[in-house]
């Protein structure tokens, strides 16, 4: 049985930590839990109506979607983790004319999108009774996913699966034909070694020779703890302002930030709290939910300089693989990334092929001459 390590226990980390096969591998994962975005965050998943231009992106959060069905029932997902919930998208009228037609253009590639639906302002509030009446666009297929949640449900399974965990910092090294990972001064030697510690992946790939492409982004989120009927409430994309993530039990979540120049910063800012709620206000009916107790989650994004993910296998190193710069739409697109990687390492007769999903990975990477 061949030694794989996994390091960084984030979406990426987790999610293969489960998807790699026990007959074939011994896994370890090193994390310490500093600074992790998944932890910090909740999602909304569902991509099909984003402006972004990047086909090569589009299609991956658009598989990534597609894949939670299957992911919902491999790992029995329960609703406080992921739920199909439904997303609202509050525009000017026009717009919604606009996106209504790409819902209907996009729904022939996509049907796990559902059905789209232009909504009255009667309707609008009927579904999310916070808001003020105004014209919106339904999409069914919508879901929402907890960061932490899922994280932590998927600990679980990997642990039964034999899987062992180290809450500790690590670092790499080549060993001939093999990698040492060194922790709290212990040396184990692996065959196979997975990086996704987000941004931290600079440091990691430096130490053999590799420079790549991944900076830091700092992410704020609020979570009001309300006693509202949350449990049947969609998701809520606004234009120009924090997206809304109601999960159950009153839970509502505000967010998120993106600042790129407070890189791994995890203090709470006033300014976050300000910006996030300033900018829904003028959506809501009344501030009764900024006026709910409600605490901070922060994490740490990894973003690249064209803002596109980049995953798979190291150009000079078969048996070594890494992910990163997921960005803001990790949550949507790192399950299925973390499969894919999976695939690679328990099926290494099938060749290994990203090119619909992402530009070559060495447009990323810069390996130095004199490298390990």
């Known amino acids: 049985m061949k030694k794989i390590a996994i390091i960084g226990g984030g979406i990426i980390g987790m999610t293969l930590a489960n998807y790699l ?4 591998f011994d896994i370890s994962l090193f994390d310490d839990e500093k600074n992790q975005a998944t932890k910090a965050s909740a999602g909304i998943i569902s991509p099909w109506l984003s402006k972004r231009r990047n086909k090569k992106w589009y299609q ?19 609703e406080d983790v992921y739920e199909k919930c439904g997303t609202l998208f509050l525009r000017q009228k026009s717009d919604l004319i606009e996106l209504e037609k790409l819902a209907i253009e996009r729904k022939k590639e ?37 960061g932490e949640a899922y994280l932590s449900s998927l600990k679980k399974r990997a642990q039964k699966r034999g899987v062992k ?21 212990v040396t184990e030697v692996v065959d196979d070694l997975v990086l996704c510690p987000g941004p931290a992946l600079k440091e990691l790939l430096e130490s053999i020779g590799t420079q790549v492409d991944v900076k830091p982004q700092k992410g704020q989120l609020i979570s009001f703890q309300t006693d509202f009927e949350t449990k049947n409430w969609p998701v809520l994309f ?3 302002a924090a997206d809304i993530i109601p999960f159950q039990n009153g839970q509502v979540l505000l967010g998120a930030t993106h600042e790129n120049e407070e890189g791994w910063d995890l203090s709470e800012s006033q300014e976050a709290f300000e910006s996030l709620t300033e900018g829904v206000k003028s959506y809501l009916s009344d501030t009764k939910l900024i006026d709910f107790p409600y605490h901070y989650r922060v994490g740490t994004r990894a973003y690249s300089s064209d803002f596109s993910p980049f995953f798979g296998p190291h150009p000079d190193f078969s048996s070594l693989a890494f992910a990163s ?9 790192g399950p299925y990334i973390a499969y894919l ?32």
């Not at 991956?60 to 329960?78: I, R, V, Y």
């Open 341 to 372: 990687l999976s695939q690679y390492f328990n099926h290494p007769e099938i060749s290994w092929n990203s090119s619909t999903y992402q530009k070559d990975i060495k447009n990323y990477i810069n390996i130095e001459k004199t490298g390990n």
């Open 325 to 333: 710069a997921l960005g803001s739409s990790g949550l949507t697109t």
């Open 238 to 240: 606004l234009e120009g």
């Open 60 to 78: 991956l959060a658009k598989d990534g979607a597609a894949f939670f069905e299957k992911m919902k029932n491999d790992f029995e997902l329960t």
């Open 21 to 24: 096969d026990t007959d074939k």
């Open 110 to 146: 996509a049907p796990e999108m559902g059905e789209s639906k232009r909504l009255s302002e009667e309707e609008t509030v009927a579904l999310f009774p916070l808001l003020k009446p105004r014209e919106s666009l339904y999409l069914s297929g919508g879901a929402r996913l907890d």
């Open 165 to 185: 965990f180290y809450s500790e910092r690590a670092t790499i090294a080549r060993a001939l034909d093999k990698w040492q990972v060194i922790h709290e001064g």
